[in-house]
């Protein structure tokens, strides 16, 4: 008998606690003790309430079942197929529809055979599908209502840490400010003048010369661009890189005048 295993995971946290290295060690030795000889590991990064037609590598091994005879995919449990009841069922009459066999390496059982000839079973599958989604539903909230407590109390809880909080950051800010010093002195910085750069110019800088060979790169790009210059720019003004100091076009005329 031949069959090719499926691991998923929802995030990637669950990656680097080494998620599929335990999926891939339960099917392997499920494998291993009845014989099976395995095939391929599909292994996917994706929600369990997308169905089978949002799954990249789902729909790949489906068509590569499909097309080299292969009838069996053996996965750790059947959360790990979906979490959601209703994706789970989804998913399940699609693969018996393909007439292939999905295998739990935790409870052993050939779950789309059962579920077409045992109303029993079928109905236990079932139970176990709700409970699961029972569960993801209540470790969710768990979690929301953890965030909801921290936020409280210290007014920030989730997400990446804001531009400009880590030191290298910091030394990024200080370079664009730096760059963009206005010898019209709507921008000071201690004593030092000299004409602004561009953002655009700046951006240029930041992708060679001036960060060439450090990891200062912006957090959600490759490299910098004029855009994200000119943001992280009115981001030093909010922590306090530089004074902006407003002044009226009468009190500009004045100044000229009494300089």
């Known amino acids: 008998m031949h069959a090719v295993g499926y691991c998923r995971v929802s995030g990637k ?23 099976i000889t395995l095939e391929q590991i599909y292994k996917e990064q994706v929600s369990g309430t997308k169905g089978e037609s949002d799954r990249p590598e789902f729909t790949s091994m489906i068509n590569g079942l499909l097309s080299n005879g292969t009838r069996t995919i053996v996965v750790e449990s059947l959360d790990r ?113 000299r004409p602004p750069k561009s953002f655009r110019q700046i951006a240029i800088d930041l992708n060679t010369k001036y960060l060439s060979g450090y990891n200062y790169k912006p957090k959600r790009a490759d490299e910098w661009t004029t855009f994200t210059v000119f943001h992280m720019f009115k981001r030093a003004g909010e922590l306090g890189f530089y004074e902006k100091i407003t002044t009226t076009k009468k009190q500009e005329k004045e100044n000229k005048k009494a300089a």
């Open 13 to 35: 946290n669950q990656i680097e606690k080494f998620g599929f290295d335990r999926q891939e060690e339960k099917i392997k030795r499920y494998c291993k003790r009845n014989k």
């Open 81 to 193: 197929l979906a979490r959601e009841y209703r994706i789970q069922e989804q998913i399940l009459f699609y693969l018996a529809s393909k007439e292939i066999d999905l295998i739990s390496a935790d409870s052993e059982e050939n779950i789309t055979q059962e579920i077409q000839k045992d109303p029993v079973k079928k109905a236990l599958i079932q139970m176990q599908g709700i409970f699961s989604e029972l569960e993801k539903s209540r470790l969710v909230k768990k979690l929301k209502d953890a965030r909801e407590k921290k936020k409280a109390a210290t007014g920030k809880c989730e997400g990446a840490p804001a531009y400009g909080e880590l030191e290298n950051e910091k030394e990024v800010l200080k370079y664009i400010v730096d760059a963009r010093l206005n010898h019209e002195k709507k921008y000071l910085i201690g004593s030092r003048k």
